[in-house]
């Protein structure tokens, strides 16, 4: 699976959006963007995924570039329960073989 | 979304014994589980994947006879931490897929050996 790249740490004032790039330079046609997040001392949590398209839930958006080597996570409207690590991966499909690679992921702090 | 649940959330145990840990999809049948490690300030690491009803496939480093993992049931997962050691203490996360797009979640076991 691709190897991905995120900032180490971000800081963001409750009520902005955060915007949460990852670079993913090497992705393969059939590899997907994952988006998940940890909260401290928690399991990950799914945010959203996409492939090529930009997607939109309840809880963030994805924007993928045109060629696919970049994306960057949108949290519209953050508070400070969003605090946590998270983590930009690509991977293949579905399936056994389709494992999840964690990186460092990027520690986002939401403050006042 | 899909829930995950692991027992115990939290495990002391003395060196040398054996632990077992408990992961259980609760409202969907996972073909399969997997079985990840995180230690203090670090990302989270996949120690095996495990299909109902086969052996499980260990990552590249993981004994598989320190770390056995049995996946008995569509819903049911054990890791067993035999004679744990204290560096063996860590965080023990399970998650678990439908064979669908997205992977969910435990919330994760700390086990301490003292």
């Known amino acids: 699976d691709a190897k991905t790249t995120q900032p180490t740490s971000m800081d963001c004032a409750e009520g902005r959006a955060a915007n949460l790039p990852c670079n993913h330079s090497t992705i393969s046609g059939n590899e997907y963007v994952y988006w998940y997040r940890q909260i401290h001392s928690q399991g990950p949590q799914y945010i959203i995924h996409g492939l090529k398209n930009n997607e939109t839930n309840e809880m963030a958006s994805l924007i993928i570039t045109e060629d696919r080597k970049s994306s960057t996570l949108i949290l519209p409207h953050a508070t400070l329960r969003d605090t946590a690590v998270y983590y930009c991966i690509v991977r293949r499909g579905t399936g056994t073989a389709s494992k999840l690679t964690f990186g460092t992921g990027t520690r986002l702090q939401v403050t006042l | 979304g899909a829930v995950v649940s692991q027992h115990p959330s939290r495990v002391i145990c003395k060196s040398g014994t054996s632990v077992k840990i408990e992961c259980r999809s609760l409202?969907?049948?996972?073909?399969?589980m997997f079985w990840y490690r995180q230690f203090p300030k670090q990302s989270l690491m996949l120690m095996a994947t495990?299909?109902?009803?086969?052996?499980?496939?260990?990552e590249q480093g993981v004994e598989k006879d320190k770390f056995l993992i049995n996946h008995a049931s569509l819903t049911l997962s054990t890791l067993t931490v035999t004679s744990a050691h204290p560096e063996d203490s860590s965080f023990y996360i399970c998650?678990?897929?439908?064979?669908?797009?997205?992977?969910?979640f435990g919330p994760g076991t700390r086990l301490t050996v003292t």
């Open positions: 998650s678990a897929e439908t064979g669908m797009v997205e992977q969910y």
């Open positions: 409202d969907f049948q996972a073909t399969t």
């Open positions: 495990s299909n109902e009803g086969s052996k499980a496939t260990y």
